[in-house]
């Protein structure tokens, strides 16, 4: 497997042979501490530097009461020279480094023959560890459609989930179906009411007017109610009603003109129950105990709006192993089971008519924080396990979710916005206190940051959103209108066929850029530029490396000469190219699928920069035209092979 994975990784190669050379050096030059030190090469930040830095020589000062550079000196005499393949040689830096040059002639070589030998599996190397893996994401709740803001998640998990399966991991992708709670009810109310209509919209669209509509509606009938009971004496509680109910009348209003005839509708409909919230109330009591009646209007309410949730998801080509309902969980008693072992534990305690998991005395009794990266300080919350009228919390359910996704899985990556920190980390003391710490271990919290749209708040309850599907609309739209400028002499239909592909492109790309502990600020200007770090921009830049190999096919062909490739920036290039692999690499052992979009941006800027510097098809001689053209073949596969990490079609016309 070693020896096969470094035949697939030219830089760890070339790192290997640095590592092995100087611990040779070492054990000749410093045996009698020889054996204790750990070797670590670094990349250097210059090309004049080399490739590989060694810092070894202070901490072997420290030992042996030398001066670094007396150690760095010592070491790089030692070093057998005959020994070299990789290396071109070795010296001294600085007050103490040992950096390590390539050869390029040989390294340009390997580079690019196990490029084309590899070609589209090139960078993708193979764990030895090989596991069974649940990525669980998106998971919007069934209510309206999935909105730009709640787009990050599917786009996310799906990266994950194919970066984890190139490294060899089984991958399964769920999509956990959160249909418990009042929200499914208040929708599931509002349908009932209309007599469970279809509509000729989408699904999801229609779904989440109704939802939208019904809980306006439900909130002034129930601040009303409040605002009656007020007596003479306003407390601080009265005035926020008084707020609250004078924002929800706006709201109607706004809503009374966006959708007049489903309003009007459902106000003259729910008007006639004398208390509605009771009746949405009961109604979840009534699926959560698994009543036949509530079960059929929730389900077929939920399957309505997933079926727009699976159009949307189709258009960016994010799709599901496994669709988990969260009520099943319930129904089978999972949930109640998972609760009876936990009231078993020292950890729960019963206050004010409930069940509340003390998650710090259990972080404290288990000795976790310090494993979990918190301070002994710190405080955690208690986590409510059970309502006084007997429903379960969102969090409980999900402990006997986690629990049987570990049945099916040695690892779990729950891809869930990092507003839900507490209750994931809440759940992972749950699984703690429940004896499943292995499974714990191996319980991830992939954690992200929200997308905004400058000047734009949105709020599911109130109707403020943008689609998903309006954002891919106009990413498509816009992206046409670029194509038309740039490409004027493609037909209608090529035009319509590269705007898809560069519409849907730009968002998947913007939505993984950006780290996942940052903002994502949505804004044309940046996802649909096509001058830097967006998809438009590597995709065209992917093009041009193609239409380049196109013009090539007339060239007579001569033996590539690696050894002319002695340009700056082609060795700039042979080395981005090599470390693809060690970044592919990096990617999935740490989660970080936005240094992918990061390795093609700065692939695509290097490349750019060398098509403008230097001829390739009008190179100087034949056979320097040969290894450009070798040179931009590698390109071309490695620019590829990243788009396609993160779902983004690499053109050959654009």
Same mark, same amino acid.
């Given at each position: 497997?070693?020896?096969?994975?470094?035949?697939?990784?030219?830089?760890?190669?070339?790192?290997?042979?640095?590592?092995?050379?100087?611990?040779?050096?070492?054990?000749?030059?410093?045996?009698?501490?020889?054996?204790?030190?750990?070797?670590?090469?670094?990349?250097?930040?210059?090309?004049?530097?080399?490739?590989?830095?060694?810092?070894?020589?202070?901490?072997?000062?420290?030992?042996?009461?030398?001066?670094?550079?007396?150690?760095?000196?010592?070491?790089?005499?030692?070093?057998?020279?005959?020994?070299?393949?990789?290396?071109?040689?070795?010296?001294?830096?600085?007050?103490?480094?040992?950096?390590?040059?390539?050869?390029?002639?040989?390294?340009?070589?390997?580079?690019?023959?196990?490029?084309?030998?590899?070609?589209?599996?090139?960078?993708?190397?193979?764990?030895?560890?090989?596991?069974?893996?649940?990525?669980?994401?998106? =998971?919007?709740?069934?209510?309206?459609?999935?909105?730009?803001?709640? *787009?990050?998640?599917?786009?996310?998990?799906?990266?994950? *989930?194919?970066?984890?399966?190139?490294?060899?991991?089984?991958?399964?992708?769920?999509?956990?179906?959160?249909?418990?709670?009042?929200?499914?009810?208040?929708?599931?109310?509002?349908?009932?009411?209309?007599?469970?209509?279809?509509?000729?919209?989408?699904?999801?669209?229609?779904?989440?007017?109704?939802?939208?509509?019904?809980?306006?509606?439900?909130?002034?009938?129930?601040?009303?109610?409040?605002?009656?009971?007020?007596?003479?004496?306003?407390?601080?509680?009265?005035?926020?009603?008084?707020?609250?109910?004078?924002?929800?009348?706006?709201?109607?209003?706004?809503?009374?003109?966006?959708?007049?005839?489903?309003?009007?509708?459902?106000?003259?409909?729910?008007?006639?129950?004398?208390?509605?919230?009771?009746?949405?109330?009961?109604?979840?009591?009534?699926?959560?105990?698994?009543?036949?009646?509530?079960?059929?209007?929730?389900?077929?309410? =939920?399957?309505?709006?997933?079926?727009?949730?699976?159009?949307?998801?189709?258009?960016?080509?994010?799709?599901?192993?496994?669709?988990?309902?969260?009520?099943?969980?319930?129904?089978?008693?999972?949930?109640?089971?998972?609760?009876?072992?936990?009231?078993?534990?020292?950890?729960?305690?019963?206050?004010?008519?409930?069940?509340?998991?003390?998650?710090?005395?259990?972080?404290?009794?288990?000795?976790?924080?310090?494993?979990?990266?918190?301070?002994?300080?710190?405080?955690?919350?208690?986590?409510?396990?059970?309502?006084?009228?007997?429903?379960?919390?969102?969090?409980?359910?999900?402990?006997?979710? =986690?629990?049987?996704?570990?049945?099916?899985?040695?690892?779990?990556?729950?891809?869930?916005?990092?507003?839900?920190?507490? *209750?994931?980390?809440?759940?992972?003391?749950?699984?703690?206190?429940?004896?499943?710490?292995?499974?714990?271990?191996?319980?991830?919290?992939?954690?992200?940051?929200?997308?905004?749209?400058?000047?734009?708040?949105?709020?599911?309850?109130?109707?403020?959103?943008?689609?998903?599907?309006?954002?891919?609309?106009?990413?498509?739209?816009?992206?046409?209108?670029?194509?038309?400028?740039?490409?004027?002499?493609?037909?209608?239909?090529?035009?319509?066929?590269?705007?898809?592909?560069?519409?849907?492109?730009?968002?998947?790309?913007?939505?993984?850029?950006?780290?996942?502990?940052?903002?994502?600020?949505?804004?044309?200007?940046?996802?649909?530029?096509?001058?830097?770090?967006?998809?438009?921009?590597?995709?065209?830049?992917?093009?041009?490396?193609?239409?380049?190999?196109?013009?090539?096919?007339?060239?007579?062909?001569?033996?590539?000469?690696?050894?002319?490739?002695?340009?700056?920036?082609?060795?700039?290039?042979?080395?981005?190219?090599?470390?693809?692999?060690?970044?592919?690499?990096?990617? *999935?052992?740490?989660?970080?699928?936005?240094?992918?979009?990061?390795?093609?941006?700065?692939?695509?800027?290097?490349?750019?920069?060398?098509?403008?510097?230097?001829?390739?098809?009008?190179?100087?001689?034949?056979?320097?035209?040969?290894?450009?053209?070798?040179?931009?073949?590698?390109?071309?596969?490695?620019?590829?092979?990243?788009?396609?990490?993160?779902?983004?079609?690499?053109?050959?016309?654009?």
């Amino acid at each position: 497997m070693e020896n096969r994975t470094l035949r697939e990784n030219p830089f760890d190669l070339f790192r290997q042979e640095c590592r092995a050379v100087l611990a040779q050096a070492l054990t000749k030059a410093f045996p009698e501490v020889s054996s204790s030190f750990i070797i670590n090469l670094n990349k250097t930040p210059l090309l004049e530097l080399g490739q590989l830095a060694s810092s070894i020589s202070f901490e072997l000062a420290k030992k042996l009461d030398f001066k670094p550079l007396v150690v760095a000196e010592k070491l790089v005499e030692s070093i057998d020279k005959s020994q070299f393949d990789l290396i071109e040689k070795v010296s001294t830096a600085g007050v103490g480094y040992i950096n390590f040059y390539v050869n390029f002639p040989k390294f340009s070589q390997l580079t690019l023959k196990v490029i084309k030998d590899k070609n589209t599996n090139y960078g993708y190397i193979k764990t030895e560890n090989p596991a069974k893996i649940i990525v669980e994401h998106t =998971s919007v709740n069934p209510l309206h459609p999935i909105h730009i803001g709640q *787009a990050r998640n599917p786009i996310i998990g799906d990266t994950l *989930a194919s970066i984890l399966r190139l490294r060899g991991h089984d991958i399964s992708t769920h999509y956990y179906i959160d249909d418990v709670g009042r929200q499914s009810s208040v929708v599931a109310y509002g349908y009932q009411k209309l007599g469970k209509p279809r509509s000729a919209e989408k699904p999801d669209l229609f779904v989440g007017e109704i939802y939208t509509v019904t809980c306006c509606i439900v909130e002034i009938d129930r601040l009303k109610k409040a605002k009656n009971k007020i007596d003479s004496a306003v407390t601080v509680d009265d005035v926020k009603i008084a707020q609250e109910l004078d924002e929800w009348l706006t709201i109607a209003v706004e809503l009374k003109e966006k959708y007049p005839v489903l309003f009007e509708d459902l106000m003259g409909r729910i008007s006639k129950d004398e208390n509605p919230e009771e009746e949405i109330n009961s109604l979840n009591r009534r699926y959560e105990a698994g009543e036949p009646v509530a079960r059929q209007l929730i389900r077929e309410v =939920s399957d309505l709006c997933l079926d727009g949730f699976r159009q949307t998801q189709s258009r960016v080509s994010v799709f599901y192993d496994s669709w988990d309902w969260e009520s099943d969980f319930v129904w089978s008693g999972q949930v109640t089971k998972a609760v009876t072992q936990l009231q078993a534990s020292p950890f729960l305690y019963f206050e004010n008519n409930v069940w509340a998991f003390n998650a710090d005395k259990a972080a404290n009794f288990l000795k976790l924080k310090s494993k979990l990266g918190l301070k002994e300080n710190h405080e955690i919350p208690s986590l409510t396990l059970m309502r006084a009228d007997g429903t379960t919390l969102y969090t409980t359910r999900d402990v006997a979710y =986690s629990i049987w996704k570990f049945q099916r899985a040695e690892k779990v990556i729950n891809v869930i916005g990092m507003e839900q920190s507490l *209750a994931q980390l809440q759940l992972k003391l749950a699984l703690y206190a429940l004896g499943y710490s292995k499974e714990a271990d191996n319980f991830t919290h992939f954690a992200y940051n929200l997308v905004a749209l400058p000047g734009y708040k949105m709020s599911s309850r109130r109707g403020h959103y943008i689609t998903f599907d309006q954002v891919l609309d106009e990413a498509i739209e816009r992206a046409y209108q670029e194509v038309c400028k740039r490409s004027p002499m493609f037909s209608e239909e090529e035009k319509r066929d590269i705007a898809k592909f560069v519409g849907i492109g730009a968002v998947r790309y913007a939505l993984i850029d950006v780290d996942p502990s940052k903002q994502v600020l949505f804004t044309w200007d940046r996802v649909l530029n096509f001058e830097t770090n967006s998809a438009p921009y590597v995709q065209y830049t992917h093009a041009r490396a193609c239409s380049i190999l196109r013009k090539a096919t007339d060239i007579p062909r001569v033996p590539v000469a690696y050894n002319l490739l002695t340009e700056k920036l082609e060795q700039e290039l042979i080395l981005q190219l090599s470390s693809f692999p060690d970044m592919f690499i990096e990617a *999935a052992e740490y989660l970080k699928p936005a240094a992918i979009a990061d390795y093609a941006n700065t692939l695509a800027d290097k490349f750019n920069t060398f098509y403008g510097a230097l001829p390739v098809i009008k190179a100087e001689t034949p056979e320097l035209c040969s290894a450009r053209i070798a040179l931009t073949d590698a390109i071309r596969t490695v620019l590829s092979n990243a788009l396609s990490l993160i779902g983004v079609v690499a053109p050959e016309r654009m």
